[in-house]
């Protein structure tokens, strides 16, 4: 079976594109066990023997009104990832320091300084971008692995990636990941979930028919000039 990293943004019902309304997370989630194994991020992207399917649990941007998705998954102690901004923790809208480091199944990985979109940077910009500051220490990120803001990057980001040693870039490609998945180290595939997405399309989206039709949706898409990430 299949290796997938399902996103989420944020919790509610007043802006579906970045929110999922509560009732609906539990259910996909509930969903989301029967068929795979959530993992943590640091053991991930090891290669094992067993063939069952292994997801990974993602929030991006650590927005407050995620914590009770992140609560619930605490407390049945099913694994996740935050993606943190550093600029984002200072903010009201976001999770602070104190609110992550609590929970003791989530992981943490670097989504940038500043959040911007990096292929609009210098090289010296981009340095700084991915680099994390001493402020985030108490998180313990997983120092490998970097989150591109929307997803996007270019040659310039996968030159500073390389120069960093990072391990693993993680895109916003709709897809699941290849069996290869090693050799595209720096444009690892993640499903966006958000509330416009009916439940018998997510459903689906776990399935290889799904990673079929996600694959034809993106190049369409991408073939008439339209934003993939777009509803």
Not at 38 to 61: A, T
Not at 163 to 168: E, F, L, Q
């Amino acid at each position: 079976m299949s290796k997938i990293i399902i996103v989420y943004h944020s919790i509610g019902d007043t802006d579906l594109f970045l929110q999922v309304p509560m009732e609906r997370f539990i259910e996909q989630i509930e969903f989301v066990i029967k068929k795979y194994k959530p993992q943590k991020i640091s053991s991930f992207f090891m290669k094992k023997s067993n063939n069952k399917g292994e997801v990974l649990i993602m929030f991006d941007d650590a927005f407050r009104k995620a914590l009770p998705a992140m609560d619930y998954l605490e407390k049945r102690e099913i694994p996740f990832t935050v993606a943190v901004v550093e600029a984002f923790l200072q903010s009201d809208e976001y999770c602070s320091i104190n609110d992550l480091k609590k929970y003791r199944n989530a992981e943490f990985v670097f989504h940038t300084r500043t959040h911007r979109g990096l292929e609009d940077l210098t090289e010296s910009e981009i340095e700084a971008e991915i680099t994390p500051s001493d402020l985030l220490a108490e998180l313990k990120l997983e120092r490998d692995i970097l989150v591109y803001p929307r997803g996007v990057y270019d040659e310039k980001v996968l030159c500073a990636m390389r120069k960093n040693k990072y391990s693993w870039g993680l895109s916003c490609l709709p897809f699941h990941l290849r069996k290869d998945y090693e050799k595209k180290r720096y444009e690892v595939p993640r499903i966006n979930i958000n509330g416009y997405l009916p439940s018998w399309k997510f459903k689906l989206f776990l399935t290889t028919l799904g990673n079929f039709y996600l694959h034809t949706a993106y190049y369409k898409r991408k073939l008439l000039g339209e934003n993939y990430l777009d509803k």
